[in-house]
T-cell receptor, first 112, second 112 residues
Framework: DSGVTQTPKHLITATGQRVTLRCSPR?????VYWYQQSLDQGLQFLIQ???????AKGNILERFSAQQFPDLHSELNLSSLELGDSALYFC???????????FGPGTRLLVL | SQQGEEDPQALSIQEGENATMNCSYK?????LQWYRQNSGRGLVHLIL?????REKHSGRLRVTLDTSKKSSSLLIMASRAADTASYFC????????????FGQGTILTVHP
């Protein structure tokens, strides 16, 4: 158990819908990272937050957005969903020092 | 794009044998991390090696890093059936603010 929690574990929705994925980092970790894992793209970095502020952006679509709240949990919002958004979405956290990132169990999103 | 590229893509061995996986990357890094993923589940952090380190050990794992060749290797000694998983290298580049760039992974199968 990495100490990072993600909800929900599974999500099935339809094209055009909007979903919210939630992540709680390890106690004391200020950085939260979101990654997407799909068969064709592999593991791709989406976005990073540090203590509530956006720190870095990767291959994140404009239909996707995220935020980190004062209690340090983070949410990833995916809107206007397409079939190709079906993937595993991981959240990771780190203390920013050693930069070891600890991953949550992921949310498996299926868009039908 | 995937900075870390793993080799081989798949490896099949018998229990008790050693397994070696290689990773190459393209840019200067702060550190390189290895992760294990069991069948679509979460990523488990195995080991982190910093750019100024050449070799690191953790239990049955040995990681080497050659920054001049921009490559790393992961050796799993005396493998067990439970080591069957996908293994990913991930690089943390100097200007990345900690975001990780993953390779495509090596699928390791250990036969009992």
């Amino acid at each position: 158990d990495s100490g990072v929690t993600q909800t929900p574990k599974h999500l099935i929705t339809a094209t055009g819908q909007r979903v919210t994925l939630r992540c709680s980092p390890r106690s004391g970790d200020l950085s939260v990272y979101w990654y997407q894992q799909s068969l064709d793209q592999g593991l791709q970095f989406l976005i990073q937050y540090y203590n509530g502020e956006e720190r870095a952006k990767g291959n994140i679509l404009e239909r996707f957005s995220a935020q980190q709240f004062p209690d340090l949990h983070s949410e990833l919002n995916l809107s206007s969903l397409e079939l190709g958004d079906s993937a595993l979405y991981f959240c990771a956290s780190s203390d920013g020092g050693m930069r070891t990132q600890y991953f949550g169990p992921g949310t498996r999103l299926l868009v039908l | 794009s995937q900075q870390g590229e793993e080799d081989p893509q798949a490896l099949s061995i018998q229990e008790g044998e050693n397994a070696t996986m290689n990773c190459s990357y393209k840019t200067s890094i702060n550190n390189l991390q290895w992760y294990r993923q069991n069948s679509g589940r979460g990523l488990v952090h195995l080991i982190l090696i910093r750019s100024n380190e050449r070799e690191k050990h953790s239990g049955r794992l040995r990681v080497t890093l050659d920054t001049s060749k921009k490559s790393s290797s992961l050796l799993i000694m005396a493998s067990r059936a439970a080591d069957t998983a996908s293994y990913f290298c991930a690089t943390d580049a100097y200007t990345s603010y900690g975001k990780l760039t993953f390779g495509q992974g090596t699928i390791l199968t250990v036969h009992p």
